[in-house]
């Protein structure tokens, strides 16, 4: 196995020994080492989906909710034409990704098909009949960052409507290329999920969260945003993320928060639109003190839907950020309980989402800390030496 990754199941392996506590969700390290030819992203994609066979079983053995729906809807006359867009512009413009998912199928078990659904959950839920568009899309994530001369530091939330936290897990690979060179990149993943959604970062220094948006404007076809977020984990800096982040003809939106151990610690906010391309990004420098951002836009001026969950968390933001300027305040905030919309979810109604892992990237320090619960309640399940 590669030094490097050696060198991460370590580093790993000695965070859960000294600093676990004993309730938290366990979060699984999945190492890989392949190359960057066809078949290496097959086989990539194999060695996931082998490992990690028990955590994708139920995707069809007992789908979720979301999953189940839209199962159905991909069988459907129009359902089936719409996947079938959105599975051939992806492929086509990122080849290379599709043959990870299909190495995750034959490595797993699942079938092929669940598994693109699964990977166009973003895409499909937005096609769901006999649903309004909030129900298909709930406000899902919080991202929150200090940006001072003392700390540069990256905190997310990443929620989803099902408990996934006992099921998901990372992967840590390294990528050996034509000439020579490594690329390693890291990556928080739900099951059967490609690779860069939704903590993630590199060998280049780059480190970056996602949050879902809700344009009223969608395409019935293009560029899945999983592909998309894929394509970051190669990215060398943080101007090619930003490019990597709009392909264009991409099919629906998203936000991305981006930072750099290369670049002296940028933070930099990125709003991808519905088509992608210079037209429809948005970017901001952090330049601190901090800042929030949920699953509303901020930056481009797009028609969307309002999102409640959103709105509560920012204006829990605005009351606690004059106090949030180190990392234990940031704990402390992603961890907030407070009011109907917590920014800490624990499925407690009328919000129907749970919280699935908290990340927060320590630039100065170049180190990734992960919680499967409540962030404040104790130590990390896992501490990561970024590369």
């Known amino acids: 196995m590669p030094h490097s990754v050696l060198a991460l199941a370590s580093l790993v392996s000695l965070a859960l020994t000294l600093a676990v506590p004993a309730s938290p969700p366990p979060l699984r390290l999945i190492e890989v080492a392949y190359a960057d030819t066809p078949a290496g992203h097959t086989a990539f994609g194999t060695a996931i989906g082998k490992a990690a066979a028990s955590e994708m079983a139920f995707l069809e053995n007992a ?22 867009a959105f599975v051939n512009a992806s492929r086509a413009a990122y080849p290379s990704y599709y ?63 099902q408990d996934w936290r006992g099921a998901a897990y990372l ?20 099951p059967g999920y490609l690779p860069g959604m939704d903590v993630a970062w590199n060998s280049h220094g ?66 991808v639109g519905t088509g992608g391309g210079p037209a429809n990004l948005a970017s901001m420098e952090i330049g601190g003190p901090n800042y929030f951002h949920g699953n509303e836009f901020k930056l481009l001026n797009v028609s969307q839907y309002p999102d409640k969950s959103t709105a509560a968390r920012q204006a829990r933001w ?13 704990r402390g905030f992603l961890g907030d309980t407070a009011g109907m919309w917590r920014v800490y979810r624990n499925h ?31 130590a990390p399940v896992r501490e990561v030496a970024l590369f």
């Open 318 to 330: 605005d009351q606690l950020r004059g106090g949030v300027r180190d990392a234990q305040a940031l």
């Open 348 to 378: 407690t109604p009328p919000d129907d989402c749970y919280t699935e892992v908290t990340g927060i990237f320590d630039l100065r320090a170049r180190r990734l800390a992960l919680w499967t619960s409540n962030p404040k309640s104790g």
């Open 171 to 190: 992967v840590a690979a390294n990528e050996s290329r034509a000439d020579g060179s490594v690329l390693r990149h890291g990556s928080w993943v739900y």
């Open 206 to 271: 780059l480190v970056y969260t996602v949050n879902s948006l809700f344009p009223v404007d969608f395409q019935s076809g293009g560029v899945g945003t999983a592909f998309a977020a894929r394509d970051l984990l190669g990215a060398t800096s943080l101007a090619d993320a930003t490019r990597r982040a709009s392909p264009a003809t991409v099919a629906s939106a998203m936000s991305y928060t981006l930072g750099s151990t290369a670049e002296a610690g940028r933070l930099v906010q990125l709003e």
């Open 63 to 84: 789908p979720d909710p979301e999953l189940a729906q839209l199962l159905a809807l991909s069988v459907s006359a129009q359902g089936q034409q719409i996947l079938a």
């Open 99 to 161: 043959r990870e998912i299909e190495g995750m199928a034959a490595g797993s078990g699942v079938s092929l098909h669940t598994l693109l659904v699964n990977n166009f959950r973003e895409e499909l839920v937005q096609f769901l009949p006999n649903s309004s568009r909030l129900d298909r899309r709930p406000g899902k994530c919080s991202t929150a960052v200090i940006a001072t001369d003392a700390v540069r530091a990256l905190g997310h939330n990443d929620d989803w409507t």
